[in-house]
């Protein structure tokens, strides 16, 4: 779909030329001519860079203050788990446009239901938490995923640079489109893979600590 927008794209540009092209004569001059009076481009670029103070642009204290304290805007605010629960999320969704088979004729055609855990296994495991918590943090690091390599870690709230760096572990923010589509409701949550579906587990941290293996 998107070699055949391409294609389409490259056509109307090279015909609007080409129409151009055919159009231009050489009418002669008529009446008086002038110089352009127009500043240079380049010369305008110049002037503008040199009003740009670029130690402050390229300053390595301000991009490591914007990467400490980056947070997205479609962060979710979920509520803390009030007891334990597990559910069960199904995937599959249906394909908003065609697939193509590449020669010719088509793989998957539009409106076909799939299931992407039909074909591929996710071997990690997601715990999410809102970072800002002192009580999911602690949950968290008493657990037995503080020390597992399967183990990702979203935030839903909280400093991602000071909880990484205190867990010495990549931490990442739990996006709104991931969120919708595991059906996460509050936290603790911890999702991993269940044959075709995605397993969602809530722990109530406050009657329980499950403790490290």
Same mark, same amino acid.
Request: some cysteine.
């Given at each position: 779909? #998107?070699?055949?927008?391409?294609?389409?794209?490259?056509?109307?540009?090279?015909?609007?030329?080409?129409?151009?092209?055919?159009?231009?004569?050489?009418?002669?001059?008529?009446?008086?001519?002038?110089?352009?009076?127009?500043?240079?481009?380049?010369?305008?670029?110049?002037?503008?860079?040199?009003?740009?103070?670029?130690?402050?642009?390229?300053?390595?204290?301000?991009?490591?203050?914007?990467? #400490?304290?980056?947070?997205?805007?479609?962060?979710?605010?979920?509520?803390?788990?009030?007891? $334990?629960?597990?559910?069960?999320?199904?995937?599959?969704?249906?394909?908003?446009?065609?697939?193509? !088979?590449? #020669?010719?004729?088509? %793989?998957?055609?539009?409106?076909?239901?799939?299931?992407p855990l039909d074909y591929i296994t996710y071997p990690r495991t997601l715990v999410v938490i809102?970072?800002? $918590?002192?009580?999911?943090? @602690?949950?968290?690091?008493?657990?037995?995923?503080? !020390?597992?390599?399967?183990?990702?870690?979203?935030?839903? !709230?909280?400093?991602?640079?000071?909880?990484?760096?205190?867990?010495?572990?990549?931490?990442?923010? %739990?996006?709104?489109?991931?969120?919708?589509? %595991?059906?996460?409701?509050?936290?603790?949550?911890?999702?991993?893979?269940?044959? @075709?579906?995605?397993?969602? @587990?809530?722990?109530?941290?406050?009657?329980?600590?499950?403790?490290? #293996?």
């Amino acid at each position: 779909m #998107k070699f055949l927008l391409s294609l389409l794209i490259i056509a109307i540009v090279m015909l609007c030329s080409t129409t151009g092209l055919a159009a231009i004569h050489n009418l002669g001059s008529y009446g008086h001519t002038y110089a352009i009076a127009e500043p240079d481009a380049l010369t305008q670029i110049k002037e503008a860079a040199r009003k740009v103070d670029w130690s402050k642009v390229f300053s390595r204290k301000a991009q490591e203050d914007r990467i #400490k304290h980056f947070r997205p805007r479609d962060l979710v605010n979920l509520p803390r788990a009030e007891r $334990d629960r597990t559910y069960l999320v199904d995937l599959t969704f249906v394909l908003p446009f065609d697939i193509p !088979d590449g #020669k010719g004729g088509v %793989l998957y055609p539009k409106g076909y239901t799939i299931n992407p855990l039909d074909y591929i296994t996710y071997p990690r495991t997601l715990v999410v938490i809102d970072g800002s $918590d002192p009580k999911q943090v @602690r949950w968290f690091t008493h657990s037995e995923y503080a !020390d597992s390599l399967n183990t990702t870690l979203l935030i839903t !709230d909280g400093s991602y640079y000071d909880l990484a760096k205190r867990l010495n572990r990549p931490v990442f923010y %739990l996006m709104e489109d991931l969120a919708e589509r %595991l059906k996460i409701e509050a936290v603790p949550s911890v999702i991993r893979q269940k044959g @075709r579906y995605m397993e969602v @587990r809530e722990i109530a941290i406050q009657t329980k600590v499950t403790a490290r #293996k």
